[in-house]
């Protein structure tokens, strides 16, 4: 059977001979992927006019809603991409990160963006920049999706979870995407894609599938497109310096294989939870997913006094795991992906043993389990011991990309910060101890070198995700070896498909680019008043002056007595006149609530809830006597998806002042409302 891809709305087989891919646990053909034949430039014209138009004319929020809706559709689906996996060697617990991680992360995406982006096509970053005296030229930053696409080429370990986690940030963002899988997973990525498309959630041409070699694709890019790179260090640096990215300025993103570590602290003992929490750490990262992960631990740094109890606590767990069909629930090891990448496990195990010795595994016949010999391409967990690190080379340049990890020791926490730095770069980062300062050396030692650290311990290590799970909120990357990239990082990984621009002019000039009240903006006044407005009949800039009100000394008084706040600088005279303020003054939450009462119109409107308050800052103080007036202002809008049978609405939020009677500001904030919208 030959592998379709995806390009231009339609299901196109690549014209002759292809790739052959086998089964990695039977040796038997699977598929053939060969992309020979496809029109690369018609490939990119289809994502620019059909994909990238469409992306671009929704919202942050309706885009999320099509991630999201395509997340539920392939979480229905996910029984048939397990069964698929089986055949790329992976067990169903190994699976798991990568396909409901995978759609787990598109779900968290959809949500972040809800949560933190605003319902508009642009988003603004940041404070606003006075510019001049008398505040009439400022400035702003915008975020706005490139006119572009964005090339993902991934690698073969994590065909599910590798695409989605770039692409639901990409898609976020308004940028489409043209998805390069690894051959020889590729056809578990066509499942996944082939169910996006049927969902049919996202607009045509927002994503493309090109199963094979990218042919020319990459001579067709220009300024506005981005491509990421997940592999290893060499071929990423092949595709990082290609004439036309360079020419160009095009971003790359790259995620390479590093020579990751984790670091059991010197204070740590054979009896102690964390020697058992680090002993489990360690096998977990070498058999999952047979050591197939970019983050696996491959350098096992402990003291020089615990070397042995660790390479004979790491042989007698490793010895209890069972190796064979993934698809038997009893086995936690299946296969490497092909028999090629056992060949250079193998090769690249030979290389390390010039600088280390083997102590468990090695490449000896395997007892496999539900298997009659070994037709497919499994590799024994491997532990090798190197007792001079320090002046070794190979165990901090050399990986073998499967079960295989090297225990070298350290007499020092200098000298394991410096084992860790070794590897030039590395994406995560392990500290196993119970001491808080020996944690502080290790981490801040080592952190420059690492794109993740975490520390575990007894405290977390029941909740933790572990040493190699990339979540969507926490950055994935790192320096040097690592490939310098970075992706994931919650909202950070939607902003690398924007462009971020600075913008200067008038408030009011601002304010009607960015659908956001600016002090100093045109404001406008109504005889309605606002809170008597549905959302769609409130305009950026409507703005309301109240009447005044002057604070009397039974006002602090009965507030005090109210809220239990008896602080000296509003019931102390002494104590207030020695202070700061010179005086008794009002408490800051009673201008607040004062404000509230002079500007909330009491009778029944669509005004629904009180949703929050924002950026509050109390200015001057406010004795008795103060004559104090408010100002709101509508600053912003979203509009929010409708749940279930709730009302329509959208929160409002407001940018308030509040002055004295010599027109000082008192009080500034942002207060938040939840608003009816007549729409359904």
């Avoid at 800039?541 to 007595?561: K, P, Q, S």
Wanted: hydrophobic share 40%.
């Amino acid at each position: 059977m030959k592998l379709k891809s995806y390009v231009a709305g339609a299901w196109v087989e690549g014209e002759g001979q292809g790739k052959v891919v086998v089964d990695a646990v039977r040796g038997e053909p699977v598929c053939e992927v060969t992309s020979a034949g496809i029109d690369m430039a018609e490939v990119m014209r289809y994502a620019r006019d059909v994909g990238g138009t469409a992306l671009r004319s929704m919202t942050f929020h309706e885009r999320a809603l099509a991630l999201k809706t395509t997340a539920k559709h392939l979480m229905e689906m996910k029984e048939d991409f397990y069964q698929l996996s089986f055949k790329t060697g992976t067990t169903r617990a190994d699976a798991w990160p990568d396909i409901e991680g995978g759609i787990g992360t598109v779900f968290s995406y959809a949500s972040l963006v809800t949560r933190e982006f605003p319902n508009d096509v642009v988003m603004i970053e940041g404070d606003v920049e006075r510019l001049s005296r008398n505040g009439t030229f400022i400035g702003r930053h915008i975020l706005t999706p490139k006119v572009g696409v964005a090339v993902h080429i991934n690698a073969y370990n994590f065909p599910v979870w590798g695409m989605l986690e770039k692409i639901a940030p990409s898609i976020a963002a308004g940028m489409p995407v043209v998805v390069k899988p690894a051959t020889q997973t590729a056809y578990l990525t066509q499942a996944v894609v082939a169910e996006i498309i049927k969902c049919g959630a996202l607009p045509k041409g927002a994503i493309q599938l090109i199963c094979g070699s990218t042919g020319n694709l990459l001579d067709l890019l220009n300024e506005q497109d981005v491509v990421t790179f997940t592999g290893s260090a060499e071929t990423g640096q092949t595709l990082k310096n290609h004439p036309n990215i360079l020419s160009n300025s095009i971003p790359f993103n790259m995620e390479a294989d590093s020579l990751n570590c984790a670091i059991l602290g010197q204070s740590v003992g054979p009896d102690d939870e964390e020697f058992s929490i680090f002993i489990k750490e360690v096998a977990r990262e070498m058999t999952s997913k047979a050591g197939q992960k970019c983050t696996a631990i491959r350098r096992v740094i402990v003291p020089e006094e615990s070397i042995d109890a660790v390479i004979a606590a790491l042989s007698e767990r490793l010895s209890k795991v069972a190796q064979g069909d993934p698809a038997l629930e009893n086995v936690r090891l299946g296969a490497l992906v092909s028999a090629d990448q056992a060949a250079d496990v193998r090769a690249k195990v030979e290389e390390l043993c010039t600088e280390a010795e083997i102590v468990f595994g090695g490449d000896q016949d395997l007892p496999l389990v539900g298997l009659d010999s070994n037709a497919g391409a499994f590799y024994p967990a491997t532990l090798l011991r190197c007792n001079s690190p320090m002046s070794a080379e190979k165990v901090h340049s050399v990986e073998a990309f499967g079960p295989v990890a090297t225990v070298m020791p350290y007499t020092n926490l200098g000298e394991a910060i410096e084992l860790a730095r070794k590897g030039k770069g590395s994406l995560v980062g392990s500290v196993y101890t119970y001491d808080e300062g020996e944690a502080r050396t290790l981490i801040l030692g080592a952190a420059p070198w690492h794109g993740r650290m975490l520390v575990l311990n007894r405290d977390c290590a029941g909740e933790s995700t572990g040493h190699g799970a990339p979540l969507a909120n926490m950055i994935h990357g790192g320096p040097g070896r690592a490939g310098g990239g970075e992706e994931l990082g919650g909202a950070r990984a939607i902003k690398h498909y924007l462009q971020r621009t600075a913008i200067q002019g008038s408030p009011t000039s601002l304010m009607a680019i960015t659908n956001e009240y600016h002090p100093g903006a045109r404001e406008h006044t109504t005889q309605v008043h606002p809170f008597k407005k549905y959302f769609e009949e409130l305009v950026i800039g409507e703005t309301l002056v109240t009447h005044r009100r002057t604070i009397t000394e039974a006002d602090i008084v009965n507030f005090g007595c109210i809220s239990g706040d008896h602080f000296y600088a509003h019931f102390d005279e002494i104590a207030a006149k020695d202070s700061f303020f010179g005086q008794r003054v009002a408490h800051g939450y009673f201008v607040l609530s004062a404000a509230a009462g002079m500007f909330v119109d009491p009778n029944p409107g669509p005004v629904i809830a009180n949703y929050g308050l924002d950026n509050l800052r109390f200015v001057e103080p406010v004795p008795a006597g103060t004559t104090i007036q408010a100002k709101l202002t509508v600053k912003r809008k979203v509009k929010k998806a409708r749940r279930g049978d709730e009302k329509p609405n959208g929160v409002v939020a407001w940018a308030v002042e509040v002055s004295n009677q010599n027109g000082d500001l008192v009080a500034v904030y942002d207060i938040l409302t939840l608003v009816e919208r007549r729409e359904d």
